[in-house]
Each structure stands twice: as structure tokens, then as C-alpha cells.
């Protein structure tokens, strides 16, 4: 009986010891939900009679460049193509987390150029249409993560207040300059 008695607390330390040193802490993945871009490219394709042949402008975190680009008046369709530092491409992401994206192009006036969205409501597929001649038109393009999209729609695609509007974070955001000529 005294065995059992000295016995008893020996095996409760014991499964104490191993409970406690077969724990060890983990340390936490962190979750980041924006996307981490290293290559934004535009591919404006001319629609309406005009050369066949896409302007393309390519922006990438090493590269901060001014950059500019020289359409004529017309419709084109824009294409916007993303790249992550491993060099996958993570466009299609955007698609499927549709609600949680949106791309804003502000610095053209609506009398300068049109954009409607050919996708849902992301804007990384669309209608671009130089409606004037204007020189050094800033444009900013910029990806916006988590956003309430109640706040905002596809109309609001060059609202310089979408982020007061609708908040959320900044994926990425480009510059260039917009020529439009006849």
C-alpha cells in the first residue's frame, strides 16, 4: 500500500513532464490577404479599325520609371495581367475573390475616356475608349483589396474618392502618362 502511495505522484509527474515538453509552440503563419505583386502588365488592343497590334505598358517593383503611352482615339480592349515575386501569374485569382477586388483608373476625365468592365466588376478585362485628343493625361491604375463593393460599382472606375467610399487596402498602384492623339 505505501508503494502505491509513493508510486501514485511519481507517474502523475512523470505524464506531467511528457505532456508538457512533447507541447512545443508553433509560431503563427501570418495570413496576408492582399496579394503580393511583383509585375503589373496593360495590353491595350485597338478594336475599331485601327493597327491590330497591342501597346502594351509593363510595370514591376524594380522598375519605377515614368511611363507613358500613345493611343489614338478609338475603342480598345485593356487587359490587365499580374505576376506574383515567384513569377506565377495570379490574375485569375482576382476573378475568383471577385468581391474582394477592384481596379480603379483615375486621372482621365469622362469627357477624355471611357471604361466599362467586361468582367465582374474587377476591371482587369474592359472597354477602353479614347473619346478626345489630350496630352499627358496622369492615369493612375491601382487594385483595391477588400473593399465594401456596396460602396462602389463598376461606374466608379475613375472616382478619385473610391477609397473614402469603399476603403479597404492597396494591392498595387501604377502611374503612367496618356497620350491621345486623332
Not at 493612375?140 to 460599382?153: D, P
Amino acid at each position: 500500500m505505501k508503494i502505491n502511495h509513493v508510486f501514485r505522484p511519481l507517474v502523475a509527474l512523470l505524464v506531467a513532464a511528457v505532456s508538457l515538453s512533447s507541447c512545443k509552440k508553433d509560431n503563427p503563419v501570418h495570413e496576408h490577404d492582399n496579394e503580393e505583386i511583383s509585375r503589373l502588365e496593360l495590353q491595350f488592343t485597338p478594336t475599331t479599325g485601327m493597327a491590330a497590334e497591342p501597346q502594351t505598358l509593363v510595370f514591376t517593383t524594380a522598375d519605377n520609371a515614368n511611363k507613358e503611352v500613345t493611343l489614338k482615339k478609338g475603342s480598345y480592349t485593356l487587359r490587365i495581367k499580374a505576376q506574383d515575386f515567384d513569377g506565377h501569374d495570379i490574375t485569375q485569382e482576382f476573378i475568383e475573390s471577385a468581391a474582394e477586388h477592384q481596379f480603379f483608373f483615375v486621372g482621365p476625365t469622362a469627357q477624355q475616356v471611357s471604361y466599362s468592365y467586361l468582367d465582374a466588376n474587377v476591371g482587369i478585362s474592359g472597354t477602353w475608349n479614347n473619346l478626345q485628343a489630350a496630352s499627358g493625361i496622369p492615369v493612375q491604375v491601382t487594385l483595391m483589396h477588400g473593399l465594401n463593393k456596396s460602396k462602389v460599382s463598376a461606374s466608379d472606375w475613375n472616382n478619385p474618392n473610391y477609397f473614402s467610399l469603399a476603403g479597404g487596402t492597396r494591392d498595387i498602384a501604377v502611374s503612367f502618362n496618356l497620350i491621345i492623339t486623332e
